[in-house]
């Protein structure tokens, strides 16, 4: 009878963990830096994450995203203007940006190196090991961007199975400003454990900039109703709006 109760109680366990989802809350913070006379101010921004059982959301000012691995599917909300943009998974950019942003984007060349290092340390409440990752972007505006990231895999998640299956896919969702081909997935795949820091420096056209990011909430809890979804009412549009300076 103990043996039977003690089974029930750890299935139960086990399909409830499986059944929960992960929330992220984090803040980046880029400096401010001047492009061809051009002024950009320093800013502070919150993103917010929900991570399912192959689905997720994120949600980042006025606009979210949301991948969801049963349906094959992306979307791309707009909140100010209720529209939303739709994609099949594996995510393809160049289908729903706008005609200019992809003949542009189409014109750069990226490549990456992650190496992992010796050194740790606690980042909020987190054990943490560091990597350095180096990106070379080619084209019409060639620059070099160098991060320290600190990963963590004392998480509330199963942070091989992320890696392995929605990491590529948000990292391709990521990419209507950078190309993120394959190789470079792969590179940052080699990072182990889920990244709650990281910092990036980089000069562009004679500006230097940078930019830190650090988790500050994660949790394991519920997710709201509808948050893995297209709200109601929402008017589906074909492209993506076109962002100020692309």
Same mark, same amino acid.
Do not use: C
């Given at each position: 009878?103990?043996?039977?109760?003690?089974?029930?109680?750890?299935?139960?366990?086990?399909?409830?963990?499986?059944?929960?989802?992960?929330?992220?809350? +984090?803040?980046?913070?880029? +400096?401010?830096?001047?492009?061809?006379?051009?002024?950009?101010?320093?800013?502070? @921004?919150? !993103?917010?994450?929900?991570?399912?059982?192959?689905?997720?959301?994120?949600?980042?000012?006025?606009?979210?995203? #949301?991948?969801?691995? +049963?349906?094959? /599917?992306?979307?791309?909300?707009?909140?100010?203007?209720?529209?939303?943009?739709?994609?099949?998974?594996?995510?393809?950019?160049?289908?729903?940006?706008?005609?200019?942003?992809?003949?542009?984007? +189409?014109?750069?060349?990226?490549?990456?190196?992650? !190496?992992?290092? @010796?050194?740790?340390?606690?980042?909020?409440?987190?054990? !943490?090991?560091?990597?350095?990752?180096?990106?070379?972007?080619?084209?019409?505006?060639?620059?070099?961007?160098?991060?320290?990231?600190?990963?963590?895999?004392?998480?509330?998640?199963?942070?091989?199975?992320?890696?392995? !299956?929605?990491?590529?896919?948000?990292?391709?969702?990521?990419?209507?400003?950078?190309?993120?081909?394959?190789? #470079?997935?792969?590179?940052?795949?080699?990072?182990?454990?889920?990244?709650?820091?990281?910092?990036?420096?980089?000069?562009? /056209?004679?500006?230097?900039?940078?930019?830190?990011?650090?988790?500050?909430?994660?949790?394991?809890?519920?997710?709201?109703?509808? #948050?893995?979804?297209?709200?109601?009412?929402?008017?589906?549009?074909?492209?993506?709006?076109?962002?100020?300076?692309?």
């Amino acid at each position: 009878m103990r043996k039977s109760l003690l089974v029930l109680i750890i299935i139960f366990v086990s399909f409830s963990f499986l059944a929960a989802d992960v929330y992220v809350k +984090s803040t980046s913070h880029t +400096s401010a830096f001047e492009v061809m006379g051009q002024k950009n101010p320093e800013k502070t @921004e919150t !993103t917010e994450q929900w991570i399912g059982d192959g689905q997720f959301a994120r949600i980042s000012g006025n606009q979210s995203m #949301i991948i969801d691995l +049963s349906k094959k /599917m992306m979307y791309i909300i707009y909140n100010d203007s209720q529209t939303y943009v739709e994609t099949s998974l594996p995510v393809d950019m160049s289908k729903i940006l706008p005609p200019q942003a992809a003949q542009m984007l +189409s014109m750069f060349k990226m490549t990456a190196k992650v !190496t992992p290092t @010796e050194n740790s340390k606690v980042v909020g409440k987190w054990k !943490t090991k560091e990597y350095n990752a180096v990106l070379n972007l080619t084209g019409m505006m060639p620059m070099t961007m160098n991060m320290k990231i600190w990963a963590s895999k004392d998480v509330p998640m199963d942070w091989k199975k992320y890696k392995d !299956t929605m990491l590529p896919e948000i990292m391709k969702a990521s990419s209507s400003s950078m190309p993120f081909g394959d190789e #470079i997935i792969n590179e940052f795949k080699k990072i182990e454990g889920f990244q709650v820091a990281s910092e990036m420096t980089m000069n562009i /056209m004679g500006a230097d900039m940078k930019v830190t990011s650090n988790v500050i909430e994660m949790v394991e809890k519920k997710a709201p109703a509808g #948050i893995y979804s297209v709200p109601a009412g929402f008017s589906k549009v074909e492209k993506m709006k076109a962002k100020k300076g692309m």
